[in-house]
């Protein structure tokens, strides 16, 4: 990865206020004297487009301002313009709408048998479960991954879309859309056959133990490579972690929300942890060969 150069401005231009925000954003950056200019530096393009944005707005640098999102988001782009920045993400979730839609949101369980995790008849007020393992050697692979489409309740499916919007674009912006293809499917994967081990056959689906698995992620990842797309208010780690600890003592269930998928949740946030460790280890190991090879 070669460095970019983001800005050329004059020696006479005062870029510490600048520099300072950049700082405060723990967005990586050098700053060097060439030919009669200083010369601003970035890891790559993307960032180098991001910072320049920023400075359109900002070249003083203002102290008390905070960027809650990625520098993308600065701007507060439209719709469209969001969309078009996290195809994978509104492609996911528009699978959940759709699935939603013929499933009546889980009150017509017959078109359901071919995404559980296990497939099911319905006999009279009884469902019945076929071995997971015949359904894996007839092929149907699938079946790890695509409980995670079925939602039971609009406010199941609201609550899941709002989180996998605001954490899924994210990854996007920042490592790619395959990239949370992939993270997508793993923590999907793992957290399902943990609830299945946790629970045995049951019904079971939602995209929570995902929603963890990004969570952890974004956490880790943060912790070890500080990125813009990746700061998030303290509260949002605070609150969800206070909700898994809820679920996990039962009362989530008490006060009528109905049977939640604790094992989902634990094994998507483990499984986060992880990718994010890895990831941010990886992100940081190179970051520090590239700004080695600016100095």
């Known amino acids: 990865m070669s460095p ?7 020696l006479a231009d005062d870029l510490s206020g600048f520099v300072g925000l950049l700082r405060k954003l723990q967005v990586p950056h050098r700053v060097s004297e060439e030919g009669g200019q200083q010369v601003l530096w970035a890891v790559n393009e993307g960032m180098a487009e991001d910072i320049r944005q920023l400075y359109g707005r900002f070249p003083d640098g203002n102290a008390d301002v905070d960027i809650p999102l990625t520098l993308e988001h600065s701007s507060r782009p439209g719709l469209a313009q969001q969309l078009r ?17 013929i ?9 359901l048998h071919w995404l559980t995790f296990q ?9 019945y479960f076929k071995p997971l393992a015949e359904s894996l050697q007839q092929g149907q692979v699938w079946r790890l991954f695509t409980p995670m489409l079925i939602h039971f309740g609009i406010l199941h499916l609201a609550m899941n879309g709002l989180w996998y919007w605001e954490l899924g674009r994210r990854i996007e912006l920042r490592q790619g859309r395959w990239y949370l293809l992939g993270l997508t499917l793993l923590f999907s994967g793992v957290s399902n056959v943990i609830q ?14 995902v929603l963890y698995g990004l969570l952890g992620h974004i956490w880790l990842f943060q912790w070890l490579a500080p990125t813009p797309a990746y700061r998030m208010p303290r509260g949002v780690l605070v609150m969800m972690l206070i909700w898994l600890l809820l679920c996990l003592s039962g009362l989530v269930s008490l006060l009528g929300f109905g049977d939640i998928a604790n094992g989902a949740h634990v094994g998507g946030l483990l499984v986060g942890c992880c990718s994010g460790l890895l990831g941010g280890w990886l992100a940081r190991r190179k ?8 100095e």
Request: aromatic share 8%; proline share 5%.
């Open 85 to 101: 920045g996290s195809l994978m993400t509104a492609a996911i979730l528009l699978l959940c709408v759709i699935v939603g839609a």
């Open 196 to 209: 299945y081990l946790f629970s045995g056959p049951s019904l079971f689906g939602g995209l929570s133990g």
């Open 4 to 10: 970019v150069a983001v800005l050329r401005v004059p």
């Open 119 to 127: 497939d099911f008849a319905l006999r009279g007020d009884y469902v």
């Open 287 to 294: 970051l520090g060969t590239s700004l080695r090879s600016i």
């Open 103 to 111: 499933s009546l949101l889980g009150d017509h369980l017959e078109p």
